[in-house]
Each structure stands twice: as structure tokens, then as C-alpha cells.
């Protein structure tokens, strides 16, 4: 075993800390380490935050870590929110609350931007995951914006989704038609002590009320940082939530598709390089590519043209 | 030639609509007629408008589609944002106007999910360009939430992207701090009818004070559609931007971008159907996911055993 990955199992935060960035950078060193800890991975609860800008998400997660660490948990917050808090960019007040969180040596916070040449975001997050379990994280909680892409992204990887909503928003229960309903485990209404709350909660039971044929009603936890409110029952919803698929065998199911999705995303972003490795094929693609601009081949022709190439 | 791909570069929107549920579809029956169209393309201006939500891009888009058409240009809007009012997803007023947006014949709406089995969106949405630009269109609109992924395809595909922005949002600034200031083509400062639009602005010119060493300053339009102001400037500031575009070679260059990532798009996804196809792969596939959940195999050494069996 290298000296990193036993660094990492034992819960050093300057060896996590160092893997990630290895990771991130796609640096090939990563690989065998990532070999390595696989096996000690599995344990962790991970918990998808997901809600649109300025629904108090970094706030939740904050007052959950709290709660969290009262128990004697060990928690991993991954942020995926490039004006989330945690990556250093929001109000003053909020970033000194972080500080204290980030200085007990319970909590790991990391915040990953969600650019990359290739879509690097998944594979690396998939990686953080495994880094974070690997490390004896109890609880890995990840902040996610969750429009577009990222939210697809996020029910992939956490064994419970919470979406956030806040009062008032107006096309908040607008957005759930819109695609969040499917992916949230529970419901969150922040702010709740905002006017309006009430009517959201109760838009949403009506929402939930059309739904047939479920084995389980999604729950609506209303919460508020400001009055410290909801989050005990909300902690209780999520131990729920996880009893519910350890006992319905969605669990394992669960489990099962995240590893698949880190697969297809290691041997997608695997292709790739081997597709734009300068000594390989580098050059057919940009003859291709000068090809099409000329319109003298389509990008579907250039495409067979070059997997003829590397397929077997 | 097939005879859809005729009808589609004779600018028929029903086999336009068709083609593009071809391809939203994966029918193999696409890629024939996507071949075909592709030397009838490179003609279209695309234009990428993206901006939190509730910055008034559909409106904003609204707006510059009635200026263009005045000029007698053939315009295509793409909504790949699911509370658009182009989705059908919003207020009645808004959905009124876009109604009668859509029964123009110089004009093609679409709305696209952000969903998709293994990030289908992307490559639809080249696809999606291709066709309208086939089709005759002249500009070609694309509005996206702007957050996450999305923006970084935007900026792919678009000659020139708009990033909007409200006053008084708070954290529009910081927003483009982490990111979207690398994209922006042109900053709109929309909804200049509430108050703060001069403190937005102001902050933004400082930000761009802070840029040095660059040939061409981001320009910054005030727009309101409640007032009908702005749009006139923009439309302005958008032409100006294609000429720059092609005075300074940098045109080529974007093209030659979106080439290179559509083509990536295809090849990935030509890769993943092939490794996903019942007959071929999948047995060792899911083979390899059940070895990694039990812990008997990780990650990246089954990726590189399912590559060893596809590459050459």
C-alpha cells in the first residue's frame, strides 16, 4: 500500500487534502492510490444538498455538521457551488461560521469548481467520495446547485437527496415540476421563518398528493437557520430515508449505480486522453476537425473515421 | 440526399421539429441526415444568453427575436432551461408574447431538457445547432441557467455570449467572479428599470478596470423589456462583436472549437453506446460493477479491463 493511501485511511486531512488536488489535476500518481483505497470505501452516509441560489443551502449544511458532530460524527462537506461559502465567496458572517467548523478536526470541507476540459467535475467528485469514505467520513454532505447537469450528477452519487426550497420564490414548486421531484428523498423548506412558508409546504403536499403508486411520500421538513429550527427532525427524516432502502434493498441498487456511473466516468475521461494524447491520434482529430470547418466531412463521418482507428 | 434533409435546408419547420426529435431520440436515423446537412452550415450567427435565473433572459431573448425579425432575419430560439417560459414552464403574460413569437414563420422555437442518460444534452444541442443553422436561420438564440456545466457548453457552441445580470441581486457580482466573467462576450444589466442598476454597472466597470492586458473591453448594456429600452444598443454591440470576431481570426478559431467538442460529443457517446450495447460489453460491464461493490475489484483497474477488450 502506498505511504498516501494509508495516510488517507487513517483519517490525515493534509494526505486527503493532497489525493483530491492529485485528482483534480488528473495526476496519474492518483490512480494507484485510488487503486488502493477502494476497499476501505462503503461506509459512508452521503447526503446530496441540492436547491437553487439563495435558498440557504450552505447554511443547512452547516447547522446539519453541527448536529452531526454533537453525535461524534466525522463529516465530509464537498461544495460544488462556485458562490457557495464554502469555496470562500460569500457574506463575511457566513465565512467566519465556517471557519469554526473548518478548524474541528472532525470536519473535512473541500470546494471543487464545476469546470473542466472534459466534464472533469463527475469523475473527480466520484473520486472526493471515495477519498472522503475511504478516510472514515461518517457523513459526507455535497452542496450542489443543482440546475442542469450537476443535479443528475448528485442523485448518482448520494444515498439520500435533499432539495432545498425557500418561501415565496415564487417558481419554486414550478422548478420540482420542472425535474427536481424526481430526484429529491426529502423535501427542505428553508427560511422558514420567511412569510409564506405555509403555502409552500402546502403546495408541495398537494404536489405530493398527485403522486401514485409510491412505496414511500416523500417527507417536507421545514427548517430555519435563523431560529435554529427543524434540524433535529430533519437529521431523524434522513436516518429514516436510509432505513427505508436498507430495508427495501434500494440500498444495495443505490450503491450499485453510483459505481457505475464512476465507471462509465473513468473510462469515458480514460477514452478521451487516449483520443487527445498528442502522440496517438492528436493529429488525426485536428485534420478531422480543419476537415469540417471546410465542410469537406461531417463531424459523424470524423467520428467513425477516428473510433475506426482505436477500436478493436 | 434524404428527403428530410432537403426539407430542412428549404427551411421546413416540421422536418426541422422532426430531425431534432430524431436526434434528442438517438435514432439512427438522424445521423444520415445530419451528415447531409452539414455543408449547408456555417452560415448562422449563435448567440448564447445565460444568466441566473430570474434575470429576465426569455424576455431579454423575446425582445432581441422582434428586433431581429424587423430586420427581416429567419431566428431560432433554443431553451435549455426548464422554468423558460419557451419550456411552457412559466407566467401567462410571458407565455402570451411567446405564443405569438411562435406562429411568425421567420421564426423556430425550441425548448430542450437538461437531462440526459450519460449528459445527453450536449450533444443534442449541436446537433440542434446544426439543424437550425442548416434550416437558413440567421441568428440562432440559446438561453441557459448559466450555472454549473451548462455555461461551459454555451460557450462552445456561441459566436457570442450574453451573460445577463439584475441589479441588486447581491451576489450577481460575485457570481461573476467565479466564472462567468471568463465567458461574457457582452455583460446586459437587465431589468434597468428597479433600482441598484447604477451601483451593478459601476461594480462591473471596476471588475473590467482590473483586466489588463486584453484587446477589447467587455462591453456592458442596460436593457429593460418593461420599458423597451436597450435592445437597440445590444443588437449594436452584438454585430460589433462578430466583426471583431472576424478581424481578429478569433472567429475561425470558435468554430474550429465547436467542431472539436461536437466532434468530442459524438465520439463519446458512439463509445458509450458501445460499450453499454446489450450484445457486446454490458455482461462484462456489470460484471465489473458487481466485483467493485463487493470490494474485489476498484474502480479504475475494471475500467482498464473493459478498455483493453475495445482497444486496438
Known amino acids: 500500500m ?175 415540476k420542472a425535474g427536481l421531484m424526481e430526484i429529491a428523498d426529502i423535501f427542505v423548506v428553508n427560511k422558514a421563518d420567511k412569510p409564506g412558508v405555509e403555502q409552500t409546504i402546502a403546495e408541495l403536499e398537494s404536489m405530493l398528493d398527485l403522486q401514485s403508486g409510491l412505496d414511500r411520500r416523500i417527507p417536507i421538513v421545514a427548517t430555519s437557520a435563523k431560529e435554529k429550527k427543524g434540524i433535529p427532525l430533519l437529521t431523524d427524516k434522513i436516518t429514516e430515508h436510509q432505513a427505508y432502502l436498507k430495508n427495501s434493498k434500494t440500498f444495495e441498487q443505490r450503491r450499485r449505480q453510483r459505481y457505475e456511473a464512476e465507471l462509465i466516468e473513468i473510462i469515458r475521461k480514460r477514452l478521451m486522453e487516449f483520443i487527445f494524447d498528442e502522440k496517438k491520434l492528436k493529429s488525426t482529430v485536428d485534420c478531422c476537425i480543419e476537415q469540417i470547418s471546410r465542410k469537406e466531412l461531417d463531424p459523424y463521418t470524423a467520428a467513425d473515421q477516428i473510433l475506426g482507428k482505436i477500436l478493436k
Open 2 to 176: 502506498t505511504n498516501l493511501a494509508q495516510k488517507i485511511i487513517s483519517g490525515d486531512h493534509r494526505s486527503i487534502a493532497r489525493l483530491i488536488t492529485q485528482v483534480e489535476n488528473d495526476d496519474p500518481d492518483a490512480v494507484e492510490t485510488m487503486r488502493q483505497i477502494h476497499r476501505h470505501t462503503g461506509k459512508a452516509t452521503v447526503i446530496g444538498v441540492t436547491g437553487v441560489m439563495g435558498s440557504g443551502k450552505s447554511s443547512l449544511i452547516f447547522e446539519l455538521a453541527v448536529a452531526y458532530r454533537a453525535e461524534g460524527k466525522k463529516i465530509g462537506i464537498i461544495a460544488i457551488d462556485p458562490t457557495s461559502p464554502f469555496s470562500g465567496g460569500a457574506l463575511l458572517g457566513d465565512r467566519i461560521r465556517m471557519t469554526e467548523l473548518s478548524t474541528d478536526e472532525g470536519v473535512f470541507i473541500r470546494s471543487m469548481g464545476t469546470r473542466g476540459m472534459m466534464g472533469g467535475l463527475t469523475s473527480a467528485l466520484y473520486d472526493v467520495v471515495e477519498i472522503l469514505d475511504a478516510a472514515g467520513m461518517d457523513i459526507i454532505l455535497i452542496e450542489t446547485v443543482g440546475v442542469g447537469q450537476d443535479e443528475v450528477d448528485i442523485v448518482k452519487i448520494a444515498d439520500t437527496t435533499l432539495v432545498v426550497l425557500v418561501p415565496g420564490l415564487g417558481d419554486s414548486v414550478q422548478t420540482i
